[in-house]
């Protein structure tokens, strides 16, 4: 079984500031992890993925986030916070077999003050 | 291409009422999945289609809770009868083999039990 751990449920920047977002996860095999940002009143979107291969992963509108097996993480960042970023973001882990289910986290919602 | 569409966006109930919500997804999408999204929580699975074929059930609650796929295309998830535990957002996403697994997600239907 996977599960997802993020931390913090709220994470307030300033814009223009490093926003970092933090995910841990736990699986039996090697994992397909993926984040997803989900504005008010609508569905999720996949911000990026990372399944094999290199293990920084660069997404939509200027995230990226590095898979790091020894530490199991999967930490989500962006250098400089738009105003725009405000959201919830989730963290996810699936098995790599085919069309496997996501176990999500809890979310954590980013704040962006001016 | 269109997205994954769901109806309706809002709902509001009695207790003991029954309540559907319908999901169209991407088309060619043969895999679908209904996903149940607590306040302050990620989502979790309720159900996953391949085609016509419900191949993970196990997290829908069948005394009450019930979904089909008719014809492998579009689905109705159905409660009868509601709880005012059941008030939450229901997903649906949609993947394909083309789309590398990954899950695109419809806007949801929020649904408040009374």
């Known amino acids: 079984a996977q599960s997802v751990t993020q931390l913090g449920s709220h994470v307030s920047v300033s814009e223009g500031a490093l926003v970092l977002l933090r995910c841990n996860y736990s699986s039996s095999v090697p994992p397909y992890l993926f984040w997803y940002v989900q504005y008010p009143n609508q569905g999720l979107q996949l911000l990026l993925k990372y399944t094999t291969g290199a293990t920084l992963v660069k997404g939509i509108n200027g995230f990226e986030a590095e898979f790091k097996k020894s530490e199991t993480s999967f930490h989500l960042t962006k250098p400089s916070a738009h105003m725009s970023d405000a959201a919830e973001y989730f963290c996810a882990v699936s098995v790599p077999s085919g069309y496997s289910t996501l176990t999500f986290g809890k979310g954590t919602m980013l704040l962006v003050s001016p | 291409e269109a997205g994954v569409v769901q109806s309706p966006r809002y709902k509001i109930i009695e207790k003991k009422q029954p309540v559907a919500f319908w999901c169209n997804p991407i088309s060619g999408h043969n895999t679908l999945y209904w996903y149940r999204q607590n306040l302050g929580q990620g989502p979790e699975l309720l159900i996953r289609y391949e085609n016509e074929e419900a191949v993970d059930d196990s997290q829908l609650p069948k005394d009450r809770f019930s979904a089909e796929r008719l014809k492998g295309v579009d689905s109705t998830l159905k409660i009868q009868p509601a709880e005012l535990g059941d008030s939450a957002v229901y997903l649906c996403?949609?993947?394909?083999?083309?789309?590398?697994?990954?899950?695109?997600f419809g806007p949801g239907t929020r649904l408040t039990v009374t």
């Open positions: 996403a949609s993947s394909s083999l083309l789309s590398n697994y990954e899950q695109y």
